[in-house]
């Protein structure tokens, strides 16, 4: 197996990792260890290229440092990638041979399960690495984060309606939904439960024609579910999906998901809140996830009552951002953004 330092002016580490073996080809990107070691998933995805795959780790990495310091928590920020089809080209041995990559990092980077993976992918992992998290068995595991990701989700949802409508409360309320996978589709069970209708997309037809069956969604194609009306659109898919070319067809009143990164550029912050879009910044809608596995990589004792307590304070974060971005009439991604670099500032003195 081959790892390769890559060159980096905004990380401070990224390897490729190749095993010619199994057919490994991926990146692991350490954005930044100044709260603490470096802690994100692992995704597995049929990317284009390999700078299609490497500009994805960066960027995820650095949304990882913004995510884990909005939510309160001592880890700095890190992703990996794996090229390759989940369904197809994921084997035992090269899970083993990206778990020999994670462990050459000495826990510097603190891995866990994201989009293509699942907590037993994660145990063939740590067959190989010690920093492995989102265990469903062992001290402090953590399991799948997904249910977690999906509630603090479901929380800057409501956050969004009360600013938006005045009311928290989304019986009658209609939210699109992009993406069901783990995190997506618990989304649309919290939802349902919470009385809106829902609006669904998704590359797997089976997935979307189950959501229709569970929760009585509208099904519509993938590049479709951007002009849909509704009142909130939540992304819970890939990245980058808030552009010069979606936004002007989005004909709701609210953005709020659980995609990473999902602003192709700062300037669509500003394009969304001209639009009177409001939007939830990714990275504080969507902690709830690496909450979960926190637990695992600290060693928390009592992780249901501390994991409760994070969701609060992280929907407390979210409530403040909104406000004082309503209040200076800017994007709230300006506000968190601000909010997080101060955090590592005094976090780090």
């Given at each position: 197996?081959?790892?390769?330092?890559?060159?980096?002016?905004?990380?401070?580490?990224?390897?490729?990792?190749?095993?010619?073996?199994?057919?490994?080809?991926?990146?692991?990107?350490?954005?930044?260890?100044?709260?603490?070691?470096?802690?994100?998933g692992?995704?597995?995805?049929?990317?284009?290229?390999?700078?299609?795959?490497?500009?994805?780790?960066?960027?995820?990495?650095?949304?990882?440092?913004?995510?884990n310091?909005?939510?309160g928590?001592?880890?700095?920020?890190?992703?990996?990638?794996?090229?390759?089809?989940?369904?197809?080209l994921?084997?035992p041995?090269?899970?083993?041979?990206?778990?020999?990559?994670?462990?050459?990092?000495?826990?510097?980077?603190?891995?866990?399960?994201?989009?293509?993976?699942?907590p037993?992918?994660?145990?063939?992992?740590?067959?190989?690495?010690r920093?492995?998290?989102?265990?469903?068995?062992?001290?402090?595991?953590?399991?799948?984060?997904?249910?977690?990701?999906?509630?603090?989700?479901?929380?800057?949802?409501?956050?969004?309606?009360?600013?938006?409508?005045?009311?928290?409360?989304?019986?009658?309320?209609?939210?699109?939904?992009?993406?069901?996978?783990?995190?997506?589709?618990?989304?649309?069970?919290?939802?349902?439960?919470?009385g809106?209708?829902?609006?669904?997309?998704?590359?797997?037809?089976d997935?979307?024609?189950k959501?229709?069956?569970?929760?009585?969604?509208?099904?519509?194609?993938?590049?479709?579910?951007?002009?849909?009306?509704?009142?909130?659109?939540?992304?819970?898919?890939?990245?980058?999906?808030?552009?010069?070319?979606?936004?002007?067809?989005?004909?709701?009143?609210?953005?709020?998901?659980g995609?990473?990164?999902?602003?192709?550029?700062?300037?669509?912050?500003?394009?969304?809140?001209?639009?009177?879009?409001?939007?939830?910044?990714?990275?504080?809608?969507?902690?709830?996830?690496?909450?979960?596995?926190?637990?695992?990589?600290?060693?928390?004792?009592?992780?249901?009552?501390?994991?409760?307590?994070?969701?609060?304070?992280?929907?407390?974060?979210?409530?403040?951002?909104?406000?004082?971005?309503?209040?200076?009439?800017?994007?709230?991604?300006?506000?968190?953004?601000d909010?997080?670099?101060?955090?590592?500032?005094?976090?780090?003195?």
């Amino acid at each position: 197996m081959n790892i390769t330092p890559v060159a980096s002016a905004t990380h401070e580490e990224v390897y490729r990792v190749e095993d010619a073996d199994s057919g490994l080809i991926g990146f692991i990107a350490i954005h930044s260890t100044t709260l603490g070691p470096a802690a994100g998933g692992l995704r597995m995805r049929p990317y284009d290229s390999e700078e299609a795959a490497l500009t994805d780790a960066l960027r995820l990495s650095e949304g990882m440092t913004y995510k884990n310091a909005a939510a309160g928590l001592r880890l700095g920020g890190g992703k990996a990638v794996i090229m390759g089809d989940p369904a197809t080209l994921k084997t035992p041995a090269l899970l083993h041979a990206f778990g020999r990559a994670v462990d050459a990092c000495e826990g510097r980077y603190w891995t866990a399960e994201d989009m293509g993976m699942s907590p037993s992918d994660m145990a063939e992992l740590a067959k190989e690495a010690r920093y492995v998290a989102g265990l469903a068995d062992g001290a402090f595991a953590s399991g799948d984060p997904s249910p977690i990701t999906a509630r603090g989700i479901f929380n800057a949802i409501c956050r969004v309606a009360l600013h938006q409508f005045g009311d928290a409360d989304l019986t009658g309320r209609t939210v699109s939904v992009q993406g069901l996978g783990n995190v997506g589709w618990n989304l649309c069970g919290l939802l349902t439960e919470a009385g809106a209708s829902l609006i669904v997309t998704d590359i797997d037809a089976d997935r979307v024609a189950k959501a229709q069956t569970t929760f009585g969604a509208k099904a519509v194609g993938l590049d479709d579910i951007y002009a849909v009306a509704a009142d909130i659109f939540a992304p819970c898919a890939i990245g980058g999906i808030l552009n010069a070319d979606t936004i002007p067809q989005l004909r709701v009143k609210a953005v709020a998901g659980g995609a990473n990164n999902q602003l192709a550029t700062h300037a669509d912050a500003d394009l969304l809140a001209k639009r009177g879009i409001l939007y939830a910044p990714d990275f504080v809608a969507n902690g709830g996830g690496i909450i979960n596995v926190a637990t695992e990589v600290l060693k928390i004792e009592g992780r249901v009552a501390w994991v409760a307590k994070k969701l609060v304070a992280l929907d407390e974060t979210m409530e403040a951002i909104l406000t004082e971005a309503e209040k200076q009439g800017v994007s709230p991604a300006a506000i968190a953004q601000d909010v997080v670099a101060k955090t590592i500032k005094a976090r780090a003195a």
